[in-house]
Every structure is written in structure tokens, then in C-alpha cells.
């Protein structure tokens, strides 16, 4: 069933769900809930369907759909996904319909029940399945920047505090800034290229095969900026911390699960693979980048009072791990970033949810307004230990598997950007148990002697992301057997080779036997 339009559903089934909860009367708040449950859901199963059909060892792009959309202009609705652009997908749609679960009772007190919030998650969701699975470069970009509505909205009109509306102002304006520079490259494309279509751009008989160099080098920094403020990379990274503390927990878990990710995956097949040798021409710079990213976000949430912003700048971080994944033109680090981007939308996704539980507690995220969690609602604890664990990249859970490949690969390409890079990991353990210990352990303060357990419902939202930390933790393997042939074909297309061996295994095997023969003269 790989000619059925696959994609093409999981775009509009949730585009039609949100303009159907949309329409609902005021008084319907709860069946708009209910709607965008089974919305989601049902999403999810067409998602894992498709999954199913997917074919590793077969053709790169599968469910491969393309009309004209705009002949004028060359502009077509074409679709696809390869292994990355699937998983991504897919972990799109799983933390979708948990956000809905989560956010159950976040905007009871909006004007309108929060029956707008959901239909924002859903359009949101449409949205995301078409950015990761457009093959056309404008229809990218239209996605691209469509997104930034929804999300505008859930921030600045549901949003928490004072602060709402001017973080939603300044993430706006961060993000317009990137969607104006991708265009102007997107339009430097087409002129150069003759197409928008992704397929006919990249590779060496590609349509800008033969680029000048300098031009290459500037409409890749026009994609890159873009993805980079999306990412957020150091120093364009200021708007996430504030979108993030001003946030409902549900939005937060999109912006920084899915969203971001929306950068990463661009350099990745945009930047890498349309302007190989700019990409090539550019790795120091964004290697350096990359791990004042890394140092510099882990620094900052060591410092952090308050618990949303600390695990925005933790994102900074870990987002840091990414991109130097896949600039450092490996194989094992170009894998080891596009499995951190699933681990981390798990992971970030899971210490997002459970603290917007303690938030709808509480009314704070303030570190100081908590001590002694464990004794009064144990599971919670639980909860936040193990997603604060998997956020330091514990082995046993699935992002050590990510930052272990990132660090073999990096390590490949030159060993002293991984040796930096490890002070991250040094300051992720600081600041992920400082966070727990201060606000988990210790006697409890009366002002929390009422706060309760995890319900049914948040226990429900939460478990599979812990399920998922867990099992791809210990079994990795299904997702880089997804992920790993889509790797080859970028680096492929971008004409870059791992470092061979330092030491050569028949050198290893002659100083065996030389070793051998001096024990038995022994």
C-alpha cells in the first residue's frame, strides 16, 4: 500500500479535526476535548501504519506524493519521507495526543473552556507531519512558517504569567526573521536550480551540482540562520527561554520536542545535502557554535530558579549535541543526532509534562516553592527522577544511546571538540539532580501538605514516555535501523567518508602474534 496517500491523511486529518473543534459552541469545551482525543489518536494509528509499510532497504523517499500546485512557479505539493523524516513523524504524533491527555484541565479557566487550545495543538499537529514530510522546498517553507500561528496563540493568549504576550512577541519576531532570510535562499534556489523539488537539487548530477561556490556558501547561511534560531543554537537561542517560562507545559513540550527539532532536521537535509560543499566549507564554525551551545546552556540551567526555563536552557544543550552530530560529517555522529532528536522529544517531552503537573498543584515553577515531593506523592517523583535522568544521558535509557554515538563520532572527526563537549555531561548531572534534590527530598512544608499523586489520567499521559526512555534505551536497534540508510545517503550526497582507522587492524593482528610468540619463548 506504499501508492496510498499516507501522507497526504495525516496532514489533513488533523487539519479538518482542529477546524471542526473550532466550530464547536463555547458550551461544548469538553466534546472539543474528547475531539481532539480521538483526533489524535486516530492520527497516531495512520502514523503507525504507515510505519509499518516502510521498507528500510528500499527507496530513500517512500510514500512519495507529487502535484502540481502552482505550475506557474514550479511550485508542486510533493511529499515523502525517508528514515528520518519517518521517526520524526512518528514521534511527533505519539506526544501529540499525551500533550491533549496532559493539558486536560490546563485552560479550564480561558473564556472559551480552552476548546481553542486544542483546535492550536491540532492545527500545530498538521502542520509538524508536513514540515518533516515535504520534498518541496517551497512547500517546506510554507510549513516552515505556518507553524509560528498556532503556536503564537498558544503562547500568548494561553499561555502563564504577565510575560505571555511579549514572549509570544519575541518568539514571533526571532522566528520571522529566520523565515525572511530562508526565503530570500529559497528564492536564490530556484533561480540557481530551475525547481523547488528536493530530489532534483541534491546529489552530484543535482541541479546546484555545479553552484559557485560563494553563492553556495551564502543561500546555505540563509537556510542556516533560520534553522539555527529554530534550533536554538548559540547566540540566536534568547527567545526559547522566555517562550518557554511563559508557556503552558502541553505548548512547552511541542515547542521544544517537536519544534526545534524542525532546525536540526533542516541542516541536516537542507543545508548538508543542497550546499555540500558550503556545509563542508562551514564545519568548524558551526562545530564551535555547537559546543559553546553545549557549555553555555548546561551553565545557565545550573543557575536557573525556576523549573520551565531550566529545562529550556537544558535544550540548549542538549540541541548543541545535535547540530555537532551532524556537522562533524560522520556516520555515527550524523545517527547519533538525528536518534537525539527522538530521545530528546521523549525525554524533554516527559520532564515538561510531569512539572506542569506540579504547576497545576501548586500555581508556581518556582525551584523554591518545593521540598520534600517524594514522601507526599511518590510516583510523581518517580516520574521526574527517571525524565531527569534521561535527560543527563544515564545509560540504560534512550539518550545515552544518542549522546554515545554523537561523542564516537565526534571524537572520529577530531578528539578535542568531544573532550569539550564533555563538560556537558559533567554539568547535565549537576543541575538535573541540584533540580530533584532541592525540590524532591527533605521534609515537606506545610503549604504542600495537600499535594497529591499522579492521577489516572496524567499517569496515562506519562507512561508511554517513560515506556519509550526504557525500551529504546535497551533496544535502540529499530530506530537505527530505520535511521542509519537514511545517514548513508547524506553522506553520500555530501561526498563525506568516516576517518579511517588510527591504528590498522593487521598492525593489531601482527603485534598479537608477536606478543604470542614472545609469551611462548617465555
Avoid at 161 to 173: I, S, T
Avoid at 267 to 277: A, I, N, Q, S, V
Avoid at 454 to 461: C, I, K, V
Avoid at 465 to 484: E, T
Wanted: hydrophobic letters at 55%.
Amino acid at each position: 500500500m506504499t501508492d496510498f496517500p499516507w501522507l497526504t491523511l495525516a496532514i489533513a486529518l488533523p487539519a479538518l479535526g482542529s477546524a471542526a473543534v473550532a466550530l464547536l459552541p463555547r458550551e461544548r469545551a469538553e466534546t472539543a476535548k474528547r475531539a481532539a482525543l480521538g483526533v489524535t489518536a486516530a492520527t497516531l494509528v495512520l502514523v503507525a501504519a504507515m510505519a509499518a509499510q516502510f521498507a528500510p532497504s528500499g527507496d530513500r523517499l517512500q510514500f512519495t506524493e507529487v502535484y502540481p500546485w502552482i505550475p506557474r512557479f514550479g511550485v508542486n505539493y510533493a511529499v515523502g519521507v525517508d528514515g528520518i523524516a519517518l521517526v520524526l513523524i512518528l514521534m511527533s504524533a505519539v506526544l501529540v495526543p499525551l500533550v491533549v491527555l496532559a493539558a486536560w484541565r490546563e485552560n479550564d479557566d480561558a473564556p472559551d473552556g480552552g476548546k481553542g487550545y486544542f483546535a492550536l495543538i491540532l492545527a500545530l499537529e498538521a502542520m509538524m507531519i508536513g514540515v518533516f514530510a515535504a520534498t518541496d522546498v517551497f512547500l517546506f517553507y510554507v510549513f516552515f512558517e505556518a507553524m509560528l500561528i498556532p503556536v503564537y496563540f498558544m503562547i500568548g493568549r494561553y499561555g502563564r504569567g504577565e510575560q505571555r504576550r511579549a514572549a509570544a512577541v519575541k518568539f514571533l519576531l526571532y522566528s520571522l526573521l529566520g523565515g525572511l532570510l530562508m526565503l530570500v535562499a529559497v528564492i536564490g534556489v530556484y533561480v540557481y536550480g530551475g525547481t523547488f523539488l528536493w530530489s532534483e537539487l541534491v546529489g552530484g548530477q543535482g541541479a546546484l551540482a555545479e553552484l559557485d561556490p560563494m553563492t553556495a556558501r551564502w543561500l546555505f547561511l540563509g537556510f542556516f540562520v533560520a534553522f539555527a534560531i529554530k534550533a536554538p543554537m548559540w547566540p540566536v537561542h534568547t527567545w526559547l527561554p522566555t517562550a518557554a517560562g511563559a508557556s503552558r507545559p502541553g505548548t512547552a513540550v511541542l515547542l521544544v520536542g517537536v519544534l526545534d527539532k524542525v532546525g536540526t532536521y533542516g541542516m541536516l537535509r537542507y543545508c548538508l545535502e543542497m550546499f555540500p560543499g558550503a556545509a563542508t566549507w562551514f564545519v568548524w564554525p558551526v562545530v564551535v557554535l555547537s559546543l559553546v551551545s553545549i557549555v553555555y546552556g548546561a551553565v545557565l540551567a545550573v543557575v536557573q530558579s525556576d523549573m520551565m526555563r531550566l529545562i529550556a536552557y537544558t535544550s540548549v544543550s542538549h540541541f548543541g549535541f545535535i547540530t555537532l552530530g551532524v556537522f562533524v560529517m560522520t556516520s555515527q555522529g550524523q545517527s547519533g543526532a538525528a536518534l537525539y532528536m527522538v530521545n530528546h522529544g521523549f525525554a524533554t517531552g516527559a520532564l515538561f509534562l510531569v512539572v506542569g503537573f506540579l504547576i497545576a498543584r501548586q500555581g508556581s515553577s518556582a525551584i523554591a516553592d518545593y521540598r520534600g515531593v517524594q514522601s507526599k506523592a511518590p510516583v510523581l517523583a518517580g516520574v521526574f527522577l527517571v525524565s531527569g535522568l534521561a535527560g543527563l544521558a544515564l545509560p540504560g535509557l534512550s539518550p545515552f544511546v544518542s549522546e554515545f554515538l554523537v561523542f564516537i563520532g565526534t571524537y572520529a572527526f577530531h578528539p578535542v571538540p568531544a573532550v569539550i563537549a564533555s563538560v556537558g555531561v559533567v554539568l547535565a548531572a549537576l543541575y538535573i539532580l541540584w533540580m530533584y534534590q532541592r525540590t524532591m527530598t527533605g521534609p515537606l512544608p506545610e503549604g504542600l501538605a495537600r499535594l497529591r499523586d499522579l492521577s489516572r489520567r496524567e499517569t496515562l499521559a506519562v507512561a508511554p514516555l517513560v515506556a519509550l526512555l526504557v525500551v529504546f534505551g535497551v533496544y535502540p536497534q529499530p530506530l537505527l535501523d530505520v535511521i542509519n540508510p537514511a545517514v548513508e545517503a547524506t553522506m553520500q550526497s555530501v561526498g563525506a567518508t568516516d576517518p579511517a582507522p588510527q591504528i590498522d587492524a593487521a598492525e593489531v593482528s601482527s603485534g598479537h602474534g608477536a606478543e604470542g610468540e614472545e609469551g611462548g619463548g617465555h
